[in-house]
């Protein structure tokens, strides 16, 4: 009897500590002191990352698997500073990656390109998350893997920049496949684009680009290859400090490997700071 209550003894506090741990794996409840240790125990496997509130100077390369980061209270999980790789707080080379109510903030490389996630593998999805003041917000694709690409209820500001030899941009992404962004903002850029795709299919709908506080930046969205898809019901500011005023929208810049046919851009709403305000409600690529 003696021995099963010192078992029940030391075996509580160790529970306790898991359940406290900042990052703890839902499936199988075991916590972590750090997020890079909580992915490599999930190895190849499907499972999500509980978060706990808090700011965390640690980054990740999640080399496997089809893995959620989820805070556990949206909003107050913050990765800032700390790169992997020398390229972003979280490197994703998995099977697939969701992220769920995280803050990435302050990241900065040597080759311009310091991001809060850098996409390497598999199928992303982003919801109810930010991305502020560094050099890239989000940056990747280019692999077969990569199919489709989500974001939705996202903020992006204080990002992009062009003093380096290429530029960088809140997002850029190439995949052969869908990108959708919806219900998102994007606002105080500085340098860049804030959206940078070559897709074969876009969907850019009901979001909003605020360039008001913007300095030096370029397009608010540049489909550089040509793609199909929608652009429907967001809204533009126009800023005052731009790179380049030559466009909102620009389709095909770096020429046309992908189609355009069937691309449209409807209940469009460009504006103006005051003294230079215009409203267009509608247009066609």
Not at 59 to 85: L, M
Not at 251 to 266: D, K
Request: hydrophobic share 35%; aromatic share 6%; proline share 3%.
């Amino acid at each position: 009897m003696r021995a099963t209550i010192l078992l029940l003894a030391l075996a509580a506090p160790a529970a306790a500590q898991e359940r406290t741990a900042p990052f703890v794996v839902a499936e199988t409840g075991k916590g972590y002191a750090t997020i890079d240790e909580a992915v490599t125990a999930i190895r190849d496997d499907d499972a999500t990352i509980l978060i706990a509130p808090g700011t965390y100077r640690q980054c990740t390369v999640q080399t496997g698997g089809k893995i959620t980061f989820k805070a556990r209270q949206p909003g107050t999980v913050i990765f800032e500073k700390e790169v992997c790789e020398e390229k972003a707080g979280f490197v994703l080379r998995g099977r697939g990656s969701t992220i769920d109510g995280i803050v990435f903030r302050g990241y900065a490389v040597s080759d311009g390109n310091g991001a809060g996630i850098r996409h390497e593998m598999g199928d992303l999805t982003i919801t109810n998350s930010m991305f502020l003041d560094s050099q890239e917000g989000i940056l990747g694709g280019g692999h077969e893997t990569v199919r489709r690409i989500s974001i939705d209820r996202t903020t992006f500001a204080g990002l992009g920049q062009c003093e380096t030899e290429n530029c960088s941009h809140a997002i850029y992404l190439a995949v052969d496949g869908d990108v959708s962004v919806t219900r998102s903002r994007f606002e105080r850029g500085t340098g860049g684009h804030y959206v940078k795709l070559r897709a074969r299919r876009v969907n850019i709908t009901d979001s909003s680009f605020d360039d008001s506080a913007g300095r030096k930046t370029n397009y608010m969205i540049d489909l550089s290859e040509g793609g199909t898809g929608l652009i429907a019901r967001n809204t533009f500011v126009q800023g005052k400090s731009k790179d380049n005023h030559s466009g909102l929208i620009v389709v095909a810049a770096e020429g046309r490997p992908i189609p355009r046919a069937g691309c449209g851009s409807r209940t469009m709403s460009p504006a103006w700071p005051p003294a230079r305000r215009r409203t267009r409600r509608s247009s066609r690529i």
